[in-house]
């Protein structure tokens, strides 16, 4: 039996709203190609981790499970772990940490924590972040993987370096985690070069993980040692049933991260990997951006476009699309919705989800 084992924790959930309406809830982004390169973004994470690790645990609902598995061939049946419902990512990433906990008592098991719908194009400097992550976890500390930020975005949440860890080249003690800030202040937070972004990849001992949430969070600590002793036995949906709504909606970054920060026990991992969490139509557009030109999503033979520098185009349908005089236009055509905005307004994409979900259009979501 192996002394120490490391699993990747893959969260496949959410709806990808602000990608609507080619990501919905029924087909959400996680399991799109969306950079054209004939591999979902999921098939694209298990691409990457596959290699690096002893397993890749994906973590998912049940309305995804089928799809998860016939996606990912190579994953274990029993790896393929299937919340009830969505009680955010700590209850995801806790579930995962207490099956392996439990079903490898006898090792020391790392875990680290990564989206399935993000884009990394720096594989090489992906699996050396992820190598020294493991190595920094293995001193009981919980680390999470910078993104080096190249602008001052508003997007996401950042990460304050402080000193470097001494006995781990590329590591540092982290000083805090901050919120979402004004452009502003997130200019000056580049300006120090202390601050990286929080992309939410956390690596750490599985029974460290367990541990601070003994602390942090004792009754969502409880329920999830009930269900993962009752996982792999005839017992696991009556007591799922009885203790998953039960825990506490809550992230993993408000549920440990940042109070442990407070205390001295978190690491970041600095890197610079070609990041992107394709958020909306703008970074994806970005993302596979052309030269300033039109960019495609699909047949390619399908749009036309005249004075509409920067636009992006996803012809979904099958039939033209021109677009005439509407620079940075973002027009995403599907069989039963269709949406025409602009680059500026990518991020008002949720408002409208947000109008149907009220005005009860499950068909268009």
Do not use: C
């Not at 959400?28 to 990457?48: E, M, N, S, V, Y």
């Amino acid at each position: 039996m192996a002394a120490s084992l490391f699993y990747a924790v893959v969260p496949a959930g959410g709806a990808g709203t602000r990608l609507w309406p080619l990501s919905r809830a029924g087909n959400p982004k996680f399991l799109l190609d969306l950079t054209g390169t004939g591999a979902t973004l999921l098939q694209q994470t298990w691409d990457r981790l596959a290699p690096l690790t002893d397993g890749v645990v994906v973590v998912t609902g049940t309305r995804h499970a089928d799809a998860v598995a016939a996606q990912l061939p190579g994953v274990l049946p029993h790896d393929v772990i299937v919340e009830p419902s969505p009680r955010d990512s700590m209850a995801a990433i806790g579930l995962a940490a207490a099956v392996l906990a439990q079903r490898h008592r006898d090792v020391d098991v790392v875990i680290g924590s990564f989206a399935a719908d993000h884009v990394i194009t720096e594989g090489a400097a992906f699996a050396d972040a992820v190598r020294t992550a493991v190595e920094v976890a293995r001193r009981d500390l919980v680390v999470t993987i910078g993104i080096d930020a190249d602008h001052p975005s508003t997007a996401f949440g950042y990460v304050e370096m402080g000193e470097p860890l001494g006995d781990v080249d590329g590591a540092y003690a982290v000083e805090a985690f901050t919120e979402k800030p004004d452009a502003e202040t997130a200019a000056e937070y580049l300006a120090t070069g202390r601050y990286r972004w929080n992309a939410g990849m956390y690596v750490m001992r599985a029974r460290v993980l367990l541990d601070h949430l003994a602390r942090f969070q004792p009754t969502m600590h409880l329920g999830l040692l009930e269900i993962a002793e009752a996982w792999d036995t005839q017992d696991r949906e009556s007591v799922l049933e009885r203790v998953w709504p039960t825990l506490t909606k809550i992230a993993i970054d408000h549920a440990i991260s940042e109070p442990l920060s407070r205390e001295g026990g978190i690491a970041v991992v600095p890197a610079s990997l070609g990041w992107s969490d394709v958020g909306d139509w703008r970074s994806l557009a970005e993302l596979i951006a052309a030269d300033g030109g039109t960019s495609v999503l699909g047949d390619s033979s399908l749009v036309r476009t005249i004075g509409s520098g920067g636009a992006f185009v996803v012809p979904a349908t099958g039939r033209a699309v021109v677009v005439l005089g509407v620079p940075d236009a973002v027009v995403v055509d599907t069989p039963d919705a269709l949406l025409v905005s602009t680059r500026e307004h990518a991020q008002q994409v949720k408002v409208v989800v947000d109008a149907l979900k009220a005005e009860e259009a499950t068909d268009l979501l």
